[in-house]
């Protein structure tokens, strides 16, 4: 398999010109800053990689409407898409999805289909036989690594002197194409992952793809990151691209998002989790000049809630070092 490059995610780049919001980067403390995907339309990174995927299609694919399985960011990204695009979207959605995410996807108009999540992938493929749609996954499909890939592009050309980039992963799909668009550059990519979701510091640990068990992955409060198994198009990226793979608790999640609520970066727990990972790290290792990333801020609300207790102190700068 031949893995994309920083060429496959420049002509990406193009393509999701005047789409895509080209975000920002905030400066939370010396040599640490945070990549600000919350910021896109629909509140995550997602839209790069379904955008790019789905604007690959023929005319008369893209009629045949867009389907796609997803617990919530891909599926809202999709949805999006698919308004702006004038055509039909199904979404396949696990049982176990925050409904503030489920909510969003149906106001943009998707269709959606509610199954138990391990069922998802079966029930999309029969939504694509029944329909004649298309399925554009969540992460393993090179058109959606190279539209993720666009993220690592900008953080490099916006920091050109930047040593590390801190990734979550769930499926693989956004540190692949960051992985991609960062080859050759001497910049160094870590993973960071819900330790309940851990299956990607396992499988760099083994040497091979490690599942872990559904009923302990949809534990973890970073509903976005609640794959599985890496998928078999993102694994070669993380196995060979990736420096490592860091995982963290519930509670460093929790923390970091705390963080990031008082510096005004309104995260979701996934998108705190690149921040957690940033903050376990060795002291040398945190030395670096990073960027993490935050990938999202549709945050569930009940969670949120229980996080912050009675609010966050804005008046108080939160330590990042």
Partial sequence: ???????????????????????????????????????????????????????????????????????????????????????????????????????????????????????????????????????????????????????????????????QVVVPIGGGGLISGIAAALRDSGVRVLGAE????????????AGERVRFPREQVARTAADGLRATVLGELTWPYVRDLVADVVTVDEEAIADATRRLHAAGVPCEASGAVATAGWLALPTADRARRTVAVVSGGNVDPRWLAGVLGDGVDRSAAPTFG
């Fill in 1 to 163: 398999m031949t893995l994309l490059g920083p060429s496959d995610v420049d002509a990406a780049a193009a393509v999701l010109d005047g789409v895509a919001a080209r975000t920002p980067l905030t400066d939370l403390a010396a040599g640490f800053a945070v990549k600000r995907e919350d910021l896109q339309p629909i509140g995550a990174f997602k839209l790069r990689g379904a955008f790019h995927a789905a604007s690959r299609l023929a005319p008369e694919q893209q009629a045949a409407g867009l389907v796609t399985h997803s617990s919530g960011n891909h599926g809202r990204a999709l949805a999006w898409v698919a308004r702006h695009l004038g055509v039909p979207c199904t979404v396949v959605v696990p049982d176990d999805a925050v409904a503030a995410k489920v909510e969003a996807m149906a106001g943009l108009g998707a269709r959606l289909v509610r199954v138990p999540a391990d069922e998802r992938e079966s029930a999309a493929a029969a939504v694509v036989a029944g329909t004649g749609g298309t399925l554009i996954p969540p992460y393993d499909h090179p058109h959606v690594i190279a539209g993720q890939g666009t993220v690592g592009a900008e953080i490099l050309a916006d920091r050109p002197d930047v040593e």
């Fill in 194 to 205: 819900p330790a309940l979701a851990g299956d990607a510091a396992a499988s760099k640990r």
